[in-house]
């Protein structure tokens, strides 16, 4: 791991009971913020802990702890899920105590993994924060501690805004000869191809989207527009699914789903909303929003939950007319562990 001293005062193993693996993650997550307390939409413990267990004894997983070699005191912990040749940290982790993060213990933890990673032959790690809006001090430490370790910025960071729908005022909006037709009347290639149209088809568009295969590769946009179709990410009727027609010729749409969660006040997720380019600046997306919140009311969802770069700003001055106010702020990293020519499952 090339530091012999740092190593000498840790003692990292792979932890095989997932009792004693929440055990000791519960003590390393302690100091977290939202660990502490309940902040609405944000990772909650019990939340966390269920995932834990549902996915521990999958046989390719990590489980890590470090332990101080002289008092046997829990320093840190951290796990790492591998699916298809990637590795995924888990959430705010490694999970170490404040009083422990001047020492480079989350640093040894994560030099652990990549070693285990590369026996594995997993060839890329990533990991994502997500911290309230504007409080980024909560997440510097990890920031810090990913970019020490080799990772790198993916894409340009998000926001993630969110409505409560029984507050929302919408203002009273009209475009002529505007009407809305339902998925169901439309093949979901079609949906694809306004994805593509709404979030690639000009160059400021791209500047914003680029980096997002979901939005701008046709393949990665399908892959992603059948998963909501087909409930994975949960409740998407017809309804969720609508197409804005401007003088019969389509302007702009929305797809959006309903997650269940018991960790969630009931809500739902604006998962793509767009007006083509030649539609722009005549108010179809700020109808489209209220649509789709009209949809969300009628399944009893009480917020209205939405994603956008940061750079996006035209899109989040929309959300902030409709009553969305801005909640967490995303960055992605990832690193990669074996040099592209040595790939062989991509």
Known sequence: MGNNAVMSKYDIKQVQSVKKFLEYWTQAMADTHWFRESI?????RDEMIEEIIKEFDAPSNIHLVAKS???KEVLGALRVKIRRNIATLGRWEPAVPLMHRNTRVGEALIEEAF???RGKNVHKANCMLKYS???PETASWHITLYKKCGFKQKGT???MLLAELSKIKFSPFEVENLRFIDGDKVPIGKFVDFVLKAYASTAEDRDIHGFDPYVSKREKAMEVLQAIKSGKMGFSPSEC?????LRKESAGFVIAFMPKSRYRPAHGVVANIGVFPEFRRK???YVLLNEIHDCFKKHRCKYSYVGTPKTNHPAIRLYQKAGYKP???LINFEKMLTTPHNFTNQ
């Open 40 to 44: 609405l939409f944000h990772y909650t």
């Open 69 to 71: 070699k002289s008092t």
């Open 115 to 117: 070693s285990l990673l």
């Open 133 to 135: 809006f504007n409080k």
């Open 157 to 159: 960071p998000g926001t």
């Open 241 to 245: 699914w609508k197409v804005a027609l």
């Open 283 to 285: 108010g179809i997306a």
């Open 327 to 329: 909640v967490f702020e």
